[in-house]
């Protein structure tokens, strides 16, 4: 299992991206690390919301991935310099101000990840 730390983790999130929406919130993740795949997405947390992988979705190069379509068997690409965004829906959970994001992916080499950033809307 490759471990990757938390400091380089956290370049993945695209400061300034975060948008709310009436029914949940976009921002980016961009690779900076290296080739890589992502099988899944557990959950995302904002604030005190948490939204399963069933209200998650990733959308990059215009082809959208629910958690239907990504898993161990069928990973999907996320090469180096790409940029994809996030898409959480359900209750709204972005506030004016600084808002903790905790993110938990799936990946083939590192097993779970979790990445922690703050953002402003």
């Given at each position: 299992m490759v471990?990757v730390?938390?400091?380089?983790?956290k370049?993945?999130?695209q400061?300034?991206s975060?948008?709310?929406?009436?029914?949940?919130?976009s921002f980016n993740?961009?690779?900076?690390l290296g080739?890589g795949?992502?099988?899944?997405?557990?959950?995302?947390?904002?604030?005190?919301v948490?939204?399963?992988a069933?209200?998650?979705?990733f959308?990059?190069?215009?082809?959208e991935?629910t958690?239907?379509?990504?898993?161990e068997d069928?990973?999907i690409a996320f090469?180096?310099g790409?940029v994809?965004?996030l898409?959480?829906?359900?209750?709204?959970s972005?506030?004016?101000?600084?808002?903790?994001?905790v993110?938990?992916?799936l990946?083939?080499?590192?097993g779970?990840?979790?990445?922690?950033?703050?953002d402003?809307?």
């Amino acid at each position: 299992m490759v471990v990757v730390p938390d400091f380089l983790i956290k370049r993945i999130y695209q400061k300034g991206s975060l948008k709310k929406f009436d029914d949940g919130a976009s921002f980016n993740l961009k690779n900076v690390l290296g080739p890589g795949f992502i099988s899944g997405f557990n959950y995302v947390k904002i604030n005190d919301v948490v939204y399963d992988a069933q209200n998650v979705k990733f959308i990059m190069n215009g082809q959208e991935y629910t958690s239907a379509d990504v898993s161990e068997d069928h990973p999907i690409a996320f090469r180096l310099g790409q940029v994809g965004t996030l898409v959480v829906k359900g209750e709204q959970s972005v506030t004016e101000g600084v808002n903790k994001i905790v993110i938990e992916a799936l990946n083939p080499e590192a097993g779970v990840v979790k990445l922690s950033v703050e953002d402003n809307v």
